[in-house]
């Protein structure tokens, strides 16, 4: 009778039991099989070497896997485990303690000296195991006594002791892109493990199950395996043993949650970020949470949205709430380190700050006014008394001699009253026109309504010499 094979799909003659999950029965069982991860599984890279048996000086080193779900931490530890002589023991750090950990060490231990085989220890959620059970780890690792593959989809910086930190190589995975997912899923319906042909799917079924994916191909796998059981449930009786075509409504049904009608690539997805900016620009916040959810919910790229309300904060509310902008950019480098689902939140908060903020486009109307008139031609030599400091004229290098001010001297603003020097500072062909109008015209909304009498007070220092 042949043996079971590694990730659990029986191959045995024996009575039939429930099959394992789709997502199992669809694990890699070779390097060439995983999806995505390209960067951590170069040619070279440390995690490629310990799958294929290559060690260093004194041997395999152990790996940290960090990443979000579904992106392959337990398929790269089964890979590890393939190598020749190696034996694999999993934990679960939620139900392991320090006496499972410790017996694994020992027999580790008796199989390195007694045969010179090597054990990999796959401790599934890491973060889970307080600092005394991982110091229980520190021996065997720091003795090589076994090839450790953690995986956390906490920060390893906060969940793991800096110890076993430092005795291990740090592997980030992310999550995975939409083409992988739909290799996934592609693999899935036509290979022999998966659902062998017996199924076809359809492009609208297919493109939700990616978007509630996620990037997660377990859950991508999960929710193609409950989307067959309702499209077998209910699917016509065939005579002529045709595939049973899974649908979008098969899919709907089976993750409960309807399809979002967003075309990332199409007009859908234009409409529904112009939308989103221009309820956002009119101070509309449900409007604006409302496009926000449908472009998550769809699997738009957080990042994108991110980079959309950065734009806004200095377009449209500007120096209305200049704090506006700080918070853009603090989510946009929050949505970049930790990703959906939590993304959502940091998100919403930058959506609800620069939609209640006082509106202003002043600052987008001036560099605007201020570029057309350069490319009209307008704007001369930069006043003398400007210039850098590279050059002196011969007027300069005489007053300067004689103590004399040169006429054209720079006036340092800090010697002046209020630090405002009454100097010109403008090319001499713009000064007339901006004598009576100015490229920032501040509003009197919010923070500018501030700034509107303090840059009327500065034109009037400057402008009336």
Same mark, same amino acid.
Request: charged residues 20%; aromatic residues 2%.
């Given at each position: 009778?042949?043996?079971?094979?590694?990730?659990? *799909?029986?191959?045995?003659d024996a009575p039939a039991t429930a099959p394992a999950p789709l997502a199992v029965r669809m694990r890699p069982r070779a390097l060439d099989e995983v999806r995505g991860q390209e960067e951590i599984l170069r040619p070279g890279s440390p995690l490629r070497r310990?799958? +294929?048996?290559?060690?260093?000086?004194?041997?395999?080193?152990?790996?940290?896997?960090? /990443?979000?779900?579904?992106?392959?931490?337990?398929?790269?530890?089964?890979?590890?485990?393939?190598?020749?002589?190696?034996?694999?023991?999993e934990l679960s750090a939620v139900t392991a303690g320090v006496k499972d950990v410790r017996q694994v060490m020992e027999r580790a231990a008796s199989n390195r000296s007694l045969y010179g085989r090597q054990t990999v220890l796959f401790l599934d959620e890491i973060h889970r195991f307080t600092k005394a059970q991982q110091d229980a780890l520190?021996?065997?690792?720091?003795?090589?006594?076994?090839?450790?593959?953690?995986?956390?989809?906490?920060?390893?910086?906060?969940?793991?002791i800096?110890?076993?930190?430092?005795? %291990?190589?740090?592997?980030?995975?992310?999550?995975?892109?939409?083409?992988?997912?739909?290799?996934?899923?592609?693999?899935?319906?036509?290979?022999?493990?998966?659902?062998?042909?017996?199924?076809?799917? %359809?492009?609208?079924?297919?493109?939700?199950?990616?978007?509630?994916?996620?990037?997660?191909?377990?859950?991508?796998?999960? %929710?193609?395996?409950?989307? *067959?059981g309702v499209a077998e449930q209910l699917a016509p009786v065939s005579l002529d043993?045709?595939?049973?075509?899974?649908?979008?409504?098969?899919? +709907?049904q089976a993750v409960d949650r309807a399809a979002v009608r967003y075309d990332k690539t199409g007009d859908q997805h234009y409409d529904v970020a112009s939308a989103f900016i221009k309820s956002m620009r009119g101070s509309d916040v449900d409007a604006a949470l409302h496009y926000l959810a449908r472009q998550l919910e769809a699997g738009e790229d957080p990042r994108f949205i991110a980079r959309r309300i950065v734009i806004l904060a200095s377009e449209d509310v500007g120096m209305g709430d200049p704090t506006a902008l700080?918070?853009?950019?603090?989510?946009?480098?929050?949505?970049?380190?930790?990703?959906?689902?939590?993304?959502?939140?940091?998100?919403?908060?930058?959506?609800?700050?620069?939609?209640?903020?006082?509106?202003?486009?002043? *600052?987008?109307? /001036?560099?605007?006014?201020?570029?057309?008139?350069?490319?009209?031609?307008?704007?001369?030599?930069?006043?003398?008394?400007?210039?850098?400091?590279?050059?002196?004229?011969?007027?300069?290098? *005489?007053?300067?001699?004689?103590? +004399?001010?040169?006429?054209?001297?720079y006036i340092y603003a800090h010697d002046e009253p209020d630090a405002v020097a009454a100097q010109p500072y403008l090319p001499e062909d713009l000064r007339d026109k901006l004598a009576t109008e100015s490229y920032y015209r501040p509003t009197d909304r919010g923070f500018e309504a501030r700034l509107q009498q303090r840059w009327a007070w500065l034109r009037d220092r400057l402008r009336g010499q």
């Open positions: 009778m042949p043996d079971p094979d590694l990730f659990g *799909a029986s191959q045995s310990l799958i +294929e048996g290559a060690g260093g000086v004194a041997g395999p080193l152990s790996a940290i896997l960090w /990443g979000p779900p579904g992106t392959g931490k337990t398929t790269l530890a089964h890979l590890v485990a393939q190598v020749a002589d190696r034996e694999f023991v520190l021996p065997g690792v720091e003795n090589r006594e076994v090839i450790l593959v953690a995986a956390t989809t906490e920060n390893p910086s906060f969940s793991i800096a110890p076993l930190l430092s005795r %291990s190589v740090l592997v980030t995975l992310h999550s995975l892109e939409r083409s992988d997912i739909e290799s996934v899923l592609d693999s899935a319906i036509s290979e022999e493990r998966g659902l062998d042909g017996r199924y076809t799917l %359809s492009d609208e079924a297919r493109d939700h199950l990616v978007s509630v994916a996620g990037g997660d191909a377990r859950r991508a796998l999960t %929710s193609l395996e409950a989307a *067959a043993d045709a595939p049973t075509e899974i649908t979008l409504a098969h899919v +709907e700080q918070t853009a950019v603090a989510a946009m480098h929050a949505v970049a380190q930790i990703g959906m689902p939590e993304a959502r939140i940091v998100l919403a908060q930058a959506v609800v700050h620069v939609t209640t903020a006082p509106k202003s486009n002043a *600052a987008y109307v /001036g560099i605007n006014e201020a570029i057309a008139d350069v490319r009209a031609g307008k704007g001369g030599a930069v006043p003398q008394h400007l210039r850098g400091t590279g050059y002196t004229s011969p007027e300069r290098k *005489a007053a300067a001699t004689s103590g +004399e001010r040169p006429r054209d001297a």
